[in-house]
């Protein structure tokens, strides 16, 4: 059989490709875009709750957020090592999206201006961030598949951490009511905003779809989110921000209205309340962080000619 059979009966039959087998460009390169902007969200998503670790109220919610933005930090580092599996070099991809060249989540370019956002980014955005990952962990890219796993498991305590936040906070006074109700009217559109553009306006969706890299469209995810949203927002008693938000008997699920896409395409073009300062502060990490990188380089230069000898 020829190469590009083999590689399409591999993906037909659900197996996973792995590094060493053969795969189209487009499929690569296709790969990597996506894996290395999911690994800069995972980084430049440490920021907006970077923010509150030296004010958290209690040592516990420190304890719960500090370890939190770790796993963060790791999870980056798991995708950066997929896309190396792929040939990319991550220093490079680290270039690219300093200079603005590679993209990350849009999400991360919103500012977290209350305690209460830190239980609403668990809660939702980690939520969101669930409904779109789960299904990865089935993504036809072996390495890509295996990092999901585990990424998942941490997203899941990521989730609860917040909505438990969220539950204390309700369960406290008016003010501290009003405050999660204030950051769910913020975050509960940019939220629905994570899962891409409508299908009809995706640019990628149906040749991911077809190399099994994603394994459901933007619209089938952003659906399932607001499904399983509703009942949580009820339970723990906050108004989702949106009117035309029904359940539709005929349909089985709840209808919904449509995020404002042109504040979407503004933001994901550089344009959001925070692209400049999210991207200007990881630029310094990177700058700040070259003498450790040298050090390394040194250390592992010194080993080698020692382990020569
Ligand atoms: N934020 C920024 N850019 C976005 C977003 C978003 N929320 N959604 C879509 N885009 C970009 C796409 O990257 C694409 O641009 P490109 O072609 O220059 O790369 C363009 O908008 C059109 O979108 P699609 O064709 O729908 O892109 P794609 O098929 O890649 O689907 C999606 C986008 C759903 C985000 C997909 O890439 C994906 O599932 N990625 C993995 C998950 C992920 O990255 N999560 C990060 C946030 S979660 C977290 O870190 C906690």
Excluded at 112 to 124: M, N, R
Excluded at 254 to 281: I, L, M, S, T, Y
Aim: with cysteine; net charge neutral.
């Amino acid at each position: 059989m020829d190469l590009e059979a083999e590689f399409e009966r591999t993906v037909a039959a659900g197996q996973r490709v792995e590094p060493r087998d053969w795969m189209p460009d487009g499929y690569r390169k296709t790969l990597i875009r996506q894996i290395a902007q999911h690994a800069h969200s995972e980084i430049i998503g440490m920021q907006p709750e970077g923010n509150w670790i030296s004010r958290a109220p209690s040592l516990r919610r420190k304890a719960i957020l500090l370890a939190k933005v770790q796993d963060e930090a790791g999870h980056g580092l798991y995708l950066y090592a997929a896309t190396e599996t792929l040939g990319a070099d991550r220093g490079d991809l680290t270039e690219k999206l300093v200079s603005g060249r590679q993209k990350y989540s849009s999400i991360f370019n919103y500012p977290t201006l209350s305690y209460a956002d830190v239980g609403v980014i668990g809660w939702l955005v980690d939520g969101a961030a669930i409904c779109n990952q789960v299904p990865l962990c089935r993504t036809s890219y072996g390495p890509y598949a295996r990092a999901m796993i585990r990424i998942c498991k941490e997203e899941s305590f990521h989730q609860r951490q917040g909505y438990e936040l969220l539950m204390t906070m309700m369960g406290g006074t008016d003010a501290q009511r009003a405050m999660v109700q204030e950051s769910v009217d913020r975050f509960w559109w940019p939220s629905l905003m994570m899962f891409g553009p409508p299908d009809a306006e995706s640019a990628n969706t149906e040749r991911s779809m077809a190399w099994r890299i994603k394994r459901n469209t933007n619209d089938e995810l952003r659906q399932k989110f607001v499904d399983m949203t509703v009942p949580q927002a009820e339970k723990l008693g906050v108004t989702l921000p949106d009117p035309a938000l029904k359940w539709n008997p005929e349909r089985g699920h709840h209808d919904f209205g449509q995020p404002d896409w042109d504040e979407f395409w503004q933001v994901v073009g550089g344009n959001g309340p925070a692209n400049k300062q999210r991207v200007e502060h990881r630029r310094r990490a990177h700058e700040d962080g070259e003498w450790v990188r040298a050090a390394a380089e040194a250390h592992a230069a010194k080993r080698a000619v020692r382990e020569d000898v």
